[in-house]
């Protein structure tokens, strides 16, 4: 793992952007996980620039989705699906035939995990992971007592979670349990990027690179991780112990 703190959110975003062209540009039919809320939001617009700016082909690549809540209108403005379709597909018409989200409303949700799970394996794996980090430690929906061994799974969301959670829609809404990639396509992603912004991230940003590693804290994957970088602006990294 290694970690990068940049001067601002737009530089960070910038990085990202540029390691996510990077790799259509290297392999343009790469599969793609990144994560809904606030932390990518800026990267994902850096991305859809510099895809502009660099005539990148993104007619081929793959998107997965890492998350969804669960019961929540796909449509309705918070939803993960939202995010996505806002940020990367409209966009950049990519078509649906070139993304695969968990359906959060699925009258079988164990399916909906096997899906996932086979048509990840069937892709050969994850090429870049771009996630997020929660203010209880979570990487995608994966809260804190989460096995590391787990693939996709329905999980019963922290009260910090369902809590903040609130802040992406127009309207209370009953968030009580979402439908995530595990940490095993975490640690399996060929690359790994956690991104955080602002004085808010900092602590759980320090318990994630320099704390104890497992479950409890399930952001602390990242040092289990090969190909992980910790990629933060300086108010989330102010914590992080200074390199000698
Ligand atoms: C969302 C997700 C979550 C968020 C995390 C941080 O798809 O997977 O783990 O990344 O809750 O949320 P923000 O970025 O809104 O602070």
Excluded at 21 to 46: F, M, Q, R, Y
Excluded at 166 to 180: A, M, N, R, W
Excluded at 193 to 203: D, S, T
Aim: aromatic share 6%.
């Amino acid at each position: 793992m290694e970690t990068i703190v940049l001067h601002s959110p737009e530089a960070v975003a910038e990085a990202v952007a540029a390691e996510w062209v990077d790799l259509l540009i290297k392999n343009p039919e790469a599969t793609v996980c990144v994560a809904s809320g606030n932390s990518p939001k800026l990267a994902c617009a850096a991305f859809v620039r510099q895809v502009a700016e660099r005539k990148v082909d993104t007619s081929r690549f793959f998107f997965v989705g890492l998350d969804e809540w669960v019961g929540v209108d796909p449509d309705a403005r918070g939803s993960c699906r939202w995010d996505f379709s806002e940020r990367i597909f409209g966009p950049l018409g990519i078509s649906s035939n070139q993304y695969h989200l968990f359906d959060g409303r699925s009258a079988d949700l164990t399916l909906e995990c096997r899906r996932m799970d086979e048509l990840i394996a069937a892709r050969g794996g994850i090429d870049l992971m771009i996630v997020g980090i929660g203010m209880n430690g979570h990487i995608g929906f994966n809260e804190p007592g989460t096995s590391f061994d787990l693939l996709s799974h329905v999980i019963r969301l922290d009260t910090t979670t369902a809590t903040v959670g609130q802040q992406y829609f127009d309207q209370p809404v009953h968030l009580e349990q979402g439908i995530t990639l595990g940490p095993a396509h975490v640690l399996a992603s060929r690359r790994l990027l956690l991104i955080a912004q602002g004085a808010a991230k900092a602590e759980v940003i320090r318990r994630a690179t320099e704390g104890t590693t497992g479950p409890e804290f399930p952001a602390s994957m990242v040092q289990l991780h090969a190909h992980a970088a910790v990629i933060v602006d300086a108010a989330a990294g102010q914590l992080i112990r200074k390199q000698a």
